[in-house]
């Protein structure tokens, strides 16, 4: 037993397409995710450093990094399906779980089976580390949907993509990272010249507006 499952799961995940059933301009793969996530981050998490947050860097690759492994067991389910139920979204996350910790068990050996146990559960939680996770994959989706959006994608589902990714990155409005995208960043992607801008910059101003008025009450 050594890793050989471990690096083949690697390619498995390249051909892992993101969003299954929708059209799309451009296809990407839950690796290629991984890897802008893990990049996102890692911007996410200077910009915090540079905050004055104590960091641990370490925390930061693994979460990114590994996030998304685990779809190798179930695919990346449509996001309307995974999310059609609590109770549904609980069993697909038992399942995900149970397969996980069975690939630990009989394809990982022993010695480093406490580490992968680790870098394989859920990354997404209240550490600073968890809350950079979080909004770096939300970016990624959002930069996923702007993109098609930007194309002419006529399907609304993106459109709905960028409404949802960008409600949950303004959630983590505490962090100084997740600040710098909203003041620095976002205005840049609007600024683009695409057909859709004023109904984006619409989405966007209504978003930070609930937001603001959230804060005030």
């Known amino acids: 037993m050594g890793m050989h499952q471990f690096i083949q799961g690697l390619n498995d995940l390249e051909m892992l397409k993101r969003a299954p059933g929708f059209f799309k301009y451009q296809e990407h793969s839950v690796a290629a995710h991984s890897f802008r996530v893990t ?17 641990n860097w370490q925390m930061v690759y693994e979460k990114a990094l590994n996030h998304d ?21 609980q069993r697909l996350a038992q399942v995900e779980a149970h397969m996980t910790d069975n690939f630990i068990q009989n394809e990982i050996p022993e010695h480093l089976q406490a580490r992968y146990r680790r870098r394989l559960s859920e990354g997404k939680d209240d550490t600073l580390e968890g809350k950079i996770l979080s909004v770096a994959d ?33 959630q983590f409005d505490e962090l100084a990272s997740t600040r710098y995208f909203i003041k620095e960043m976002l205005p840049e992607l609007l600024n683009e010249d695409f057909s859709d801008r004023v109904l984006l910059t619409q ?12 804060q005030t009450k």
Request: glycine share 4%; aromatic share 8%.
């Open 203 to 214: 989405i966007t101003r209504e978003i930070l507006a609930a937001n603001k008025n959230k």
């Open 138 to 170: 939300k970016i990624d989706l959002l930069y996923e949907s702007f993109g098609e959006i930007q194309k002419g994608n006529p399907e609304h589902v993106y459109t709905e993509i960028f409404r949802e990714s960008l409600s949950t990155i303004i």
């Open 69 to 89: 492994y685990t779809e190798r067991f179930i695919g990346d389910i449509k996001t309307p399906v995974k999310y059609a139920t609590s109770d549904l979204r």
């Open 39 to 55: 990049e996102i981050a890692q911007l996410l998490a200077d910009i915090e450093e540079d905050a004055g947050q104590k960091v």
